[in-house]
């Protein structure tokens, strides 16, 4: 059963930090792309940034490119999303997510999903 579970979120004052976790029970987590998305009340789930099978490619949303870091520990079998100067705008639940294809942005390409986590950014 394949599980992606994400943690890390939480309140945090705008220009904070956090760094959101995503843990994998893919049996072969290194042979999926892996993505956040966020939504936010009364809006689409939306795209945030992906990163490929190894790690060395990288995507991000126009809103978090320069402000937001993806990455992977393979070893792990996990997802990391570095998110810093954070704005109010920010406010979101945050969802893991996994695809076979790359380059991939978009919600049907993505069949695993985790629960969501929630970050909250105060102005």
């Known amino acids: 059963q394949v599980q992606l579970v994400e943690s890390g979120g939480g309140l945090v004052q705008a220009g904070g930090s956090l760094r959101l976790s995503c843990a994998a029970s893919?049996?072969?987590?290194?042979?999926?792309?892996m993505a956040w998305f966020r939504q936010a009340p009364g809006k689409e789930r939306e795209f945030v940034g992906g990163?490929?099978?190894?790690?060395?490619?990288?995507r991000y949303a126009g809103s978090v490119k320069g402000r937001f870091t993806i990455s992977r520990d393979n070893a792990k079998s996990t997802v990391y999303l570095q998110m810093n100067s954070l704005k109010p705008e920010d406010t979101a639940v945050y969802y893991c997510?996994?695809?076979?294809?790359?380059?991939?942005?978009?919600?049907?390409?993505?069949?695993?999903w985790g629960q969501g986590t929630q970050v909250t950014v105060s102005s």
């Open positions: 997510a996994a695809a076979r294809i790359w380059p991939a942005e978009l919600r049907d390409e993505y069949g695993y």
């Open positions: 893919l049996r072969t987590f290194s042979s999926y792309c």
């Open positions: 990163i490929n099978w190894s790690g060395d490619s990288t």
